[in-house]
């Protein structure tokens, strides 16, 4: 997997900044490695990946125990807002943190989007 950090960094930028009511995304390997990130200030880019591959490992167990198939997303809604994670090809996982006032509809169509600029980045 050739990566094109630099890349992936400007449109984690670009996603952020341009998409209402998001707050912060970053793109991590499956086992845990950053790759690139544009969190809120005070998050620690290893300990985020480290957490989004434990929801990963633990939505593909909940995704073949329940017999749901492979996962394309992770979502998590809590007091504060929401937590994303969607595959981008076998090699990274995109994550997004977004406020409680996010529109779902219009996230998930940013995020398809996003997808694409990010997957051309990994390549």
Request: glycine share 10%; with cysteine; charged share 20%.
């Amino acid at each position: 997997m050739a990566i094109n950090s630099q890349k992936l960094g400007q449109i984690l930028q670009t996603f952020v900044t341009s998409t209402t009511d998001v707050q912060g995304a970053a793109m991590v390997t499956p086992d845990g490695l950053p790759l690139s990130s544009f969190l809120p200030g005070g998050m620690d880019d290893e300990r985020v990946s480290a957490m989004s591959a434990a929801m990963l490992s633990l939505g593909e167990r909940i995704g073949k125990e329940l017999a749901r198939g492979s996962i394309d997303r992770i979502y998590v809604e809590g007091h504060e807002g929401f937590s994303i994670l969607t595959s981008c090809g076998e090699d990274a996982v995109f994550l997004v943190l977004a406020s409680k006032a996010a529109k779902q509809g219009v996230l998930m169509l940013e995020i398809k989007r996003t997808l694409v600029e990010l997957k051309s980045a990994l390549q």
